[in-house]
């Protein structure tokens, strides 16, 4: 049976954990240079309409580990530059007999579109403000190698709350897996109905990140954002900026992380990025062991199989 991955929050307790422990046990098979099962017969689109480093390169890795082979889509080479829209493409991209679909698009809800009119899996690779599951996937895989569980855990995401899909997949995985999260920014950067959401708002940082476990950083997501939402970067990391100064208001050996692309010197600063208590390049590094479990996954694979 294939699933698939549009987003965290309609994933129950029992399909968080097997994913994840899916990754943890790919990872340690890459590690060792150990074999992971195989793919070969499924060739997977991937369709990046918005910009990407780190999902579209750790996507493919994740593929060429598993030994898919990807058929890579270009927007702007596409006949969508003729008009052709989203669904018809998503049509042609079906009966050109691809198997599944890793989709990015500014659109929250593409995906879920995708999804009606192809016949495989579709995984999303970051909607708009929604989701962006794999993202999340990859943030608890590390957090679990650091602080071992999850459960009980203080986690403070930081920031433009409002314009983040990974501030979304994040609190939905996290509040799922027993941590309590602190939405923690200025009022305009807040999303309206922010009391749907699974965590409590700040707006001061002092009160927002006291005694934290986990700090996650997020851009600020100017491309969503409408003009004057923000008098400057500068006021803004002058009230926001996680650094060496505001770090001893969280707990001690609390996780500093951030999902990339880091705008240095206003969400975080050079000497945290690069210091101990960050975690940036080893979520980096995880993105692969989730991507790969969620292929394996989306195609039917379980935990069963992968530990025979
Ligand atoms: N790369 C992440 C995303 O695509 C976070 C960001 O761009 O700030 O959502
Ligand atoms: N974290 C993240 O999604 O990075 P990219 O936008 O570079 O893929």
Known sequence: MSNNLLGIRELDLDQIETLLAIAADFK?????????????????????????????????????????????????????SK??????TILTLRYERLDGLVIRHRMSGAPNLAARFFAGPVLNAGDGMHEHPTQALGDALTILERKEKIEGLKVAIVGDV?????????????????????????????????????????????????????????????????????????????????????????APECLVMHPGPINRGIEVDDFTADGEQSAITAQIENGIFVRMASLYWVFGGTVAEVMA
């Open 28 to 80: 340690v098979r890459i590690i060792e240079g150990r074999p992971v099962p195989k793919i070969t017969d499924k060739v997977v689109g991937m369709l990046f309409f918005e910009d990407s480093t780190r999902t579209r390169v750790s996507f493919e890795q994740a593929a060429h580990y598993l030994g898919l082979k990807t058929a890579n889509f270009a927007a702007g080479a596409s006949s969508m």
């Open 83 to 88: 008009g052709e829209t989203l669904k018809d």
């Open 162 to 250: 409002e314009h983040s899909r990974v501030a979304r997949s994040n609190a939905w995985l996290l509040s799922k897996l027993g941590a309590s999260v602190n939405f923690v920014g200025p009022r305009t950067l807040m999303p309206p109905n922010s009391s749907l959401l699974p965590g409590r708002v700040y707006h001061d940082l002092e009160a927002g990140i006291e005694g934290a476990d986990v700090i996650i950083c997020l851009r600020l997501q100017r491309e969503r954002m409408a003009e004057g939402l923000l008098s400057s970067s500068g006021e803004y990391a002058a009230m926001y900026q996680i650094n060496q100064r505001n770090l001893a208001w969280a």
